[in-house]
C-alpha cells in the first residue's frame, strides 16, 4: 500500500527519509555487520550516533553552554515526577499554570511529591479553551518553579508568548510542539520533551535543564532519578535506549538539512494557516472551540455541526487515505495533527475535502 | 558486509529473522501504510503487536495467572529503584545476595530509598567468582523480599539452583539469562529482565510481578513508578516504546518458532559446553577465574597467560569477523557472551579460532 496523510496526534509521522535510512541500515550498520541495536552502547558506532545526537539538538535549538541536553527514558510521563523529585527542597512549593489534561497530569504527579499550586487555569466547562494571559498569572515568587505546557494537543491550543517568571526557573513540557520553530532556550529552567511528535520516535525523552538546576538538586533520591547522574556521563550511565537516539539522529539530521528551525516555522506557519482559513471560511459548518489567539500550530481542532457528521467525516477522510484524524475520546471532533513532518500536499488534500464535504451534505 | 559474528554483553546480537522482519516492515507495517513507530498505540494495529508480546511472555515462560507481565521503560537498572519503592514499606528492610557489579548496585540503590541489608556476598580480592551455598544465605526470616542476580554478565557466574527463601519474595534481576531456558515462575514474587539480550532491543524492561505485591504496594510514590498504574492499564497507562514491543514481539515469535525455551536449554547448553571444553582442555594456556559449579551458560569468561595475549586474542579473531570478545573493562580477560540469539556456528569457529591460535603462539 501507499503511505497514508498520517494526521496522528502522536506517536506520529516521522520523514520518510529518516525512516527510509533507518531501513536500510537496520541489520548493518554502516558496513559494520550488526544493527545499531546490536552494537555495545559503548562502542565506536554507537558513540558516533550518540554524539550526533546530542549535537545535532545543541545546534538545531541553539542550546546555550549554560544547559545540559540529556536523553532520558520514560517519556514526558515520567519526567513529570522527577522534575519535583529534583527541584522541590525541603519547605519548597512549585507553581503550575493549567491550560489542559496533560498539565493537570503534570501538577496531580507532583502534589505526590511535594507542595505544588495552580498559579492559573483556563479550565471552563471541562475544556480548555485558550492560553492565559500574564495578568492572570498568580506566581509565587517563592517558587522553586513555573511549569507550563507549551502545547495541548487536546485541546488545540499553544503558547505564543511564554509568561515572565522573573528569577523563577521557568520548566515547559514541549513533548508537542519543539522545534517546531527557533526559541531562546535561555529563557528556560527545563525544556522536556517526549520525542513521539517532532522528534523521532518512542522510548526517549530529550530533557535540557540549566546546569544549576542540576548542581543544586536533591541528593536523597534515588540515583537513576537524579538529572546530575545523567549530566555526568553524557546520558550513558545506563544503556541508552539505542535505536530510539538513533532515529532521533536521522529525524534531526533532515530537519538540518530541510534549513533548520526557521525553515520549519515557514512550514509549519503555512500548513496552519491553510487549515484555519478552511474552517474561518465556513463558520455556518466548521467550528474551532479554541480562541483565535490560542490557536495551535501543531493540534489544528475543529467541529462540525453534529458528531455524526464528523463521524462520517473521518470515515470518509479515510477513504482517501487521511488517517488519524478522530478528535481526543475525551473532546470529541476532528484533530489534524500537522507537526513537523506532515507535508504541505497533505494539507492541501484535506482543505479540498474539507470544501467537497461540505458540499456533497 | 556480511553479518559479524557478534559476542557482545548488551545490546548483543539479536535473531537475523526478526531484524529482516523488522526491516522489510519498517515504512509500511502490514499493508497499513506507516510505520510501527508511526501508529497510535490506541489504534488497532499497535495493539495487535502489544498483546502479541505479552501473550508470547506468557506463553514462552509459562507464566501463572497468579503473576502480572508488564512492559515497562528505563531498562533494570530504573528497577533497582522501583522495586523497594513499591515494597519496602515504612519499618521494613530487604535482604540483597551480592553476587557481582550488578547486584551490587541494585543493593546501593535499594539503601537510597530504604533499610537494605547483605543477606551474603562472594565477594573474593574484588572478584566474584561463586553464586553462594544456600547455607551461606544469613537471611532475615521478616524482610519485605530478597533479591539475587540470577546472572553476572561481568564475572560470569549464574544460578543454577534458585535460594529457598521460605515465604519472603524471592525478587530476581534476570535481565541477562532470563528464556535461556524453562523456568517455575511461580517461585518468584519479581522477575525484571532489560530486553537488550535474548528479548530484544534496549528499552524496554520486562517485569513480571506476583499479583499480591502489586495489590500491596506502596501508593505514597509517584503514579508513575507504582506496579499497580501499569498493571491496571495493561502498559499502556502512558505510550510505550512501540518500536521497542514491536521488536520484542518479533524476537519471542522467532523464539517460539524455533521450539520454545526447552528447544532453547539444549542450544544454549550445547553451546556452553563447546567453549568450556575448549577451555579446560588447554589449561596450559586458557583459563577460568570462575568455580565450575558457577559457570554462567551465557557469558563464558576466560584469561590467557598474559593481558598482552588477551589483547592479540581480541584482535585476531576481528579479523575473522568475532566481535565482542573483550573482558568487561573492570575485569580484563575474554568474555564470549553467547546469548540466545548466539549461533552454533560462531561457537565452532571461536573453538576452532582457539586451538589454532594457541598453537601459533
Chains 1, 2 share one sequence.
Do not use: C
Amino acid at each position: 500500500m501507499a503511505r497514508v496523510m498520517n494526521f496522528n496526534a502522536g506517536p506520529a509521522a516521522l520523514p520518510l527519509a529518516a525512516l527510509e535510512r533507518a531501513q536500510r541500515e537496520l541489520v548493518d550498520l554502516e558496513g559494520t555487520g550488526m544493527s545499531v541495536i546490536e552494537h555495545s552502547h559503548r562502542g565506536k558506532a554507537y558513540d558516533a550516533v550518540h554524539k550526533q545526537a546530542l549535537s545535532l539538538v545543541r545546534e538545531l535549538l541553539a542550546v546555550p553552554d549554560s544547559h545540559e541536553i540529556l536523553l532520558l527514558q520514560g517519556g514526558a510521563s515520567q519526567q513529570f515526577a522527577w522534575i519535583p523529585m529534583n527541584l522541590l527542597g525541603e519547605g519548597k512549593s512549585a507553581d503550575y499554570v493549567i491550560t489542559g489534561s496533560w498539565s493537570k497530569k503534570a501538577f496531580s504527579e507532583a502534589k505526590n511529591v511535594g507542595q505544588a499550586r495552580a498559579a492559573a487555569t483556563t479550565e471552563k466547562d471541562g475544556k480548555f479553551p485558550r492560553i492565559p494571559a500574564q495578568s492572570e498569572l498568580e506566581l509565587d515568587s517563592k517558587a522553586a518553579y513555573v511549569h507550563i505546557t507549551s502545547n495541548n494537543t487536546i485541546a488545540g491550543t499553544q503558547w505564543h508568548e511564554f509568561p515572565d517568571t522573573g528569577s523563577v526557573p521557568l520548566v515547559a513540557d514541549m513533548s508537542s510542539d519543539i522545534m517546531w520553530k527557533p526559541i531562546d532556550v535561555s529563557k528556560f529552567g527545563i525544556i522536556y520533551a517526549g520525542a513521539q511528535k517532532n522528534l523521532g520516535p518512542r522510548g526517549i525523552a530529550v530533557v535540557i535543564v540549566r546546569k544549576d538546576l542540576i548542581e543544586g538538586g536533591r541528593k536523597d533520591i534515588p540515583k537513576i532519578f537524579q538529572y546530575r547522574t545523567h549530566a555526568d556521563k553524557q546520558s550513558l550511565y545506563h544503556t541508552p535506549p539505542t535505536f530510539s537516539v538513533y532515529l532521533l539522529r536521522n529525524v534531526l539530521d533532515v530537519v538540518k538539512q530541510g534549513g533548520g528551525l526557521a525553515a520549519m516555522e515557514k512550514h509549519n506557519r503555512q500548513k496552519a494557516e491553510l487549515l484555519y482559513k478552511a474552517i474561518d471560511g465556513r463558520p455556518d459548518f466548521y467550528r474551532s472551540p479554541v480562541d483565535k489567539a490560542s490557536r495551535s500550530m501543531m493540534n489544528v481542532v475543529f467541529n462540525l455541526p453534529t458528531p455524526e457528521l464528523e463521524a462520517e467525516f473521518v470515515a470518509e477522510a479515510q477513504k482517501k487515505g487521511m488517517v488519524g484524524l478522530k478528535g481526543h475520546r475525551s473532546v470529541g471532533g476532528i484533530r489534524a495533527s500537522i507537526y513537523n513532518a506532515a507535508q504541505l500536499s497533505w494539507i492541501d488534500a484535506l482543505v479540498e475535502f474539507m470544501n467537497d464535504f461540505k458540499k456533497g451534505s
